[in-house]
């Protein structure tokens, strides 16, 4: 499974991004799909994720209530609306197809990654 990532870009800060994901072909309908990222000179982490029906949702705590994620199965896609952005959400932002349906934080659960796409949030 290959995953494109897309959408990323320079935008100021309280502005609003969306970010998009698509798989290569359909197994990933029946897994969760995550989005995390990873800032210059720190680990990767956990943006949020969804659930293979779309019906559980799980965020970081500095993220929620800002982004929200959602995807189509029928398109393969997954989709991160980053709103109120912030300059510490500066990052390349990737995204993930877990092991199973339902999935959260942890990178081992997931076992395919797309390549990533910059965000930079300008003060």
């Known amino acids: 499974v290959q995953l494109q990532a897309s959408g990323g870009g320079l935008v100021q800060a309280g502005g609003s991004l969306r970010l998009s994901c698509t798989a290569s072909k359909r197994t990933s309908s029946n897994n969760a799909m995550g989005w995390f990222r990873q800032a210059p000179g720190q680990e990767r982490e956990f943006v949020g994720s969804i659930s293979w029906r779309g019906e559980t949702t799980i965020y970081a705590d500095n993220v929620r209530g800002r982004f929200t994620i959602s995807r189509d199965n029928a398109k393969s896609t997954v989709y991160l609306q980053m709103n109120t952005l912030k300059p510490e959400d500066t990052a390349v932002y990737y995204c993930?197809?877990?092991?199973?349906?339902?999935?959260?934080?942890?990178?081992?659960?997931?076992?395919?990654w797309g390549q990533g796409t910059l965000v930079t949030v300008s003060s």
């Open positions: 993930a197809v877990a092991r199973s349906s339902y999935s959260g934080r942890d990178l081992a659960s997931y076992q395919y």
